[in-house]
T-cell receptor
Framework: DAGVTQSPTHLIKTRGQQVTLRCSPK?????VSWYQQALGQGPQFIFQ???????QRGNFPDRFSGHQFPNYSSELNVNALLLGDSALYLC??????????????FGPGTRLLVL | GESVGLHLPTLSVQEGDNSIINCAYS??????FIWYKQESGKGPQFIID?????DKRQGQRVTVLLNKTVKHLSLQIAATQPGDSAVYFC????????????FGEGTQLTVNP
């Protein structure tokens, strides 16, 4: 049973560039959430995708966008990169259930460095 | 605003001792809490969760206690092992805010042999 996978593992970009990060959810899961984790801090919620639509969004600018595909995998896109976007980007998958309190399982993350 | 925080940023214990990691939350509407373990270079790993209608929940070597009166959550690790060394995060979810998890800053647990 494959867990959450993310690619690439590491990425180096320069300011102003654009980046796409990818996530495959745990087998059987249909919901994908993205988090940004700055060094030494807890993860911060970016947004969540369910049924190929953005269902909920955190306090992040429009430069951050995403997509979910029919196979439930997801992409996170960041445009016009800033130095402050350097962080570990985490994908978490879960299963939508009655009552809504599904457990989120995290992938290993993509380490993004913006120079 | 809503926040989840931890009392101590670091905790150092001897191998075999019990560890207690604390967490405070400010929103009484929070109804689901999770503890995650994050080792260096890895994503957070689910440890245990608890719902607001419970006071205590036990897993393998771990126990989570929830005190809704003072909005306090704790993670107890029995017979702490070197492999338990990691950063521990508590996270909360508020049903009305959907599936968004709000994380605290984390506690670095170091287990000394």
């Amino acid at each position: 049973d494959a867990g959450v996978t993310q690619s690439p593992t590491h990425l180096i970009k320069t300011r102003g560039q654009q980046v796409t990060l990818r996530c495959s959810p745990k087998s059987g899961h249909d919901t994908v959430s993205w988090y940004q984790q700055a060094l030494g801090q807890g993860p911060q919620f970016i947004f969540q995708y369910y049924e190929e639509e953005e269902r909920q969004r955190g306090n992040f600018p429009d430069r951050f966008s995403g997509h979910q595909f029919p196979n439930y995998s997801s992409e996170l896109n960041v445009n016009a990169l800033l130095l402050g976007d350097s962080a570990l980007y985490l994908c978490a998958s879960s299963l939508e259930v009655a009552g809504g309190q599904e457990t989120q399982y995290f992938g290993p993350g993509t380490r993004l460095l913006v120079l | 605003g809503e926040s989840v925080g931890l009392h101590l940023p670091t905790l150092s214990v001897q191998e075999g001792d019990n560890s207690i990691i604390n967490c405070a939350y400010s929103n009484s509407a929070s109804d689901y809490f999770i503890w995650y373990k994050q080792e260096s270079g890895k994503g957070p790993q689910f440890i245990i969760d608890i719902r607001s209608n419970m006071d205590k929940r036990q897993g393998q070597r771990v126990t989570v206690l929830l005190n809704k009166t003072v909005k306090h959550l704790s993670l107890q690790i029995a017979a702490t092992q070197p492999g338990d060394s990691a950063v521990y995060f508590c996270a909360e979810k508020i049903e009305t805010s959907g599936s968004r998890l709000t994380f605290g800053e984390g506690t670095q647990l170091t287990v000394n042999p």
